[in-house]
């Protein structure tokens, strides 16, 4: 029998999802992300980012690639959207390669492997998205909001659609302000929310999640855009978290005070957005949906998946009237 107080041998813990719950305090906080370093270069094929189908910060830079047109110069590998086993002895769970979903570079059966192949020493969390160097076989980067603006300066030049620009300079500032006001209450918050174990603990970020969605709406009611008339990284930063919030955060994480169809803005909003043919490359409801509730068995353990009526993302978005500056060729059909 192993004794738990001797540390000499044990090997370090990877975290995951799991253990990021507080039972004590009913609470549950997202790791810091621990790989920061930009590219060496902006050589095409030489990086790929590891993401996935359902991880809304994956997403967000998948978003991005798209619309400038990146992904001949940048590859995304997808892991499977199905949580498995990535630590045996502990059973904890995080991203996992499959049949369908492979690691095409190295054959590796999770993501973690991925990580330690490029730094024997990892163990943090291993999570998507994450920027692979195949030349130097590393993690460079784990942190989708500095590593949207670091593709986005650095590859620019080499997209298809150059004369996209997702971070205009004079709205630089407030993309990153409207980063700060949102992540606790609202991007991370429906997380927050749905891990909470602490009755008290989930009304309070309930409450201060739907305040935050009431601020946007009105917002968004006089403006197209969520920073004025431009579409810009802020509307990505914001997109996948009402558009999978009905479908997902209403059910599963019990953010249920409303629903993003309830909010004539923000509904009109998603919907929008949602018809481009480009962001729907990135957005798939099935592989969302099978993600969400069949990855957390802790707050779901028998993986039953929420039936869901979304007719209402297809009608009509009914925001022709506002002012707006959106790239023509996101509507256009590849
Ligand atoms: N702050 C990070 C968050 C990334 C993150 O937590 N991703 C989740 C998926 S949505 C993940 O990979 N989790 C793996 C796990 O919990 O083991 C970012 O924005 O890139």
């Not at 690639?65 to 995080?94: H, K, W, Y």
């Not at 709406?217 to 006089?222: K, N, W």
């Not at 957005?283 to 353990?301: A, F, G, M, W």
């Amino acid at each position: 029998m192993t004794d738990a107080s001797d540390t000499s041998t044990a090997k370090p813990k990877t975290l995951t999802w799991e253990s990021e719950l507080n039972d004590e305090e009913g609470t549950w906080e997202r790791t810091r992300s621990a790989y920061r370093e930009p590219p060496p270069s902006d050589e095409a094929d030489r990086y790929v980012i590891y993401g996935s189908h359902a991880c809304p910060w994956a997403t967000r830079v998948k978003m991005l690639i798209d619309m400038l047109g990146l992904s001949d110069a940048i590859a995304v590998i997808d892991s499977d959207p199905v949580f498995g086993v990535i630590e045996e002895d502990t059973q904890q769970t995080g991203w996992v390669f499959s049949e369908e979903y492979p690691d095409p570079l190295y054959g590796k059966s999770t993501l973690k492997d991925v990580y330690l192949l490029g730094n024997p020493e990892h163990d943090t969390k291993s999570t998507t998205p994450m920027l692979w160097d195949k030349r130097e076989r590393r993690v460079l980067h784990n942190e989708s909001q500095e590593m949207a603006p670091i593709l986005h300066d650095l590859f620019r030049a080499r997209a298809t659609h150059p004369e996209v620009d997702l971070y205009p300079e004079d709205l630089r500032q407030a993309i990153d302000d409207l980063y700060a006001d949102l992540y606790e209450p609202l991007l991370n918050g429906v997380y927050r929310a749905g891990f909470a174990s602490k009755q008290e603990v989930h009304d309070e970020v309930v409450d201060g999640l739907f305040a935050k969605l009431d601020e946007l709406e009105a917002r968004l009611t006089s403006q197209r855009w969520v920073l004025g008339d431009r579409f810009t990284f802020a509307d990505i930063i914001l997109f996948p978290t009402l558009w999978r919030f009905d479908f997902v955060y209403n059910i599963h994480f019990k953010c249920s005070l409303r629903r993003v169809q309830d909010y004539p803005a923000l509904s009109g909003y998603v919907r929008e957005i949602y018809s481009w043919p480009v962001v729907k490359r990135s957005n798939s409801v099935e592989l969302t949906r099978k993600h969400y509730y069949t990855s957390h068995y802790v707050i779901n353990p028998h993986r039953l998946i929420a039936k869901v009526d979304l007719s209402w993302m297809d009608r009509a978005h009914g925001r022709d009237g506002l002012e707006q500056q959106a790239p023509h060729w996101f509507m256009v059909q590849a």
